[in-house]
């Protein structure tokens, strides 16, 4: 099965306009808002207990990220994913450090119990979800997404979902169907919470377009590359590059997208 072209999902978002529903890190909620505003769609930050349940069931897409997880917010993305799980919402999971801590790990493994529909993480990240040992540093990836291939192809098939795996160059499979994507600026890392934010942004493009959630993901992560790469030929360094790239999100046109987006089909062993 091929992909639409990649343009189509960013349209039907803009048209759409999503409610995407984000229980985020402290660090990463305005700039996951402004990203999902430059975009196209339209965030929430709540992580409450006593709405998260209600809101969800009301939401388009859910995105959640245990960046600067306590006890009360994990709680909370227990319930909201299972919410989601009970009433069709698609949700993405950010395993932010998941290899760092039993606490994170333990937490990771019941909210996989809820079936997301995408996990999007860096190549540790993934290594360590799919129960191999890895040496991630914190949020920090030490690994190289070619070195996580077989794992993100694993994890797809294991879950049933899709694994979008970031990096020098990104990976999308949903175990039998494999992209990579090129594209984006060496000064995307030195920028906090942009991983984050892509996270929430595929929550975004699979909740406006629920029957193709492997091109959905795919759109998201060209989106980034595309508008990462425009945004470094107009920066001096992370702050400008930073607004930059909320300028290129929101002037990115469906066509730019479909044209420039480096996506090539890959035959894994």
Known sequence: MTLRPLGDYLDVLRTTTPLVHCITNYVAMNSTANLLLATGASPAMLHAHEEVAEFTA???GLSINIGTISAHWADAMLTATATAHEHGVPWVLDP??????RYRQSLCAKLLANNPS???GNASEVLTLNGLASQGRGVDSTATTDQAVDAAIALAQKNGCIVAMTGESDWVTDGAQHYRINGGHPL???VTTLGCGLSALVAGF???NRDAP?????AALGCFAVAGERAGGNAQGPGSFQVALL????QLTPDDL???AQLEAIHAA
């Open 118 to 120: 995408v996990i999007r």
């Open 96 to 101: 932010v450090a998941v290899g760092a801590t």
């Open 247 to 250: 300028d290129a999100l929101y």
């Open 206 to 208: 699979v909740a406006a």
């Open 214 to 218: 492997l091109g959905a993901t795919a």
């Open 188 to 190: 995307m890392p030195r």
């Open 258 to 260: 479909t044209t420039h």
């Open 58 to 60: 009301i939401s388009a």
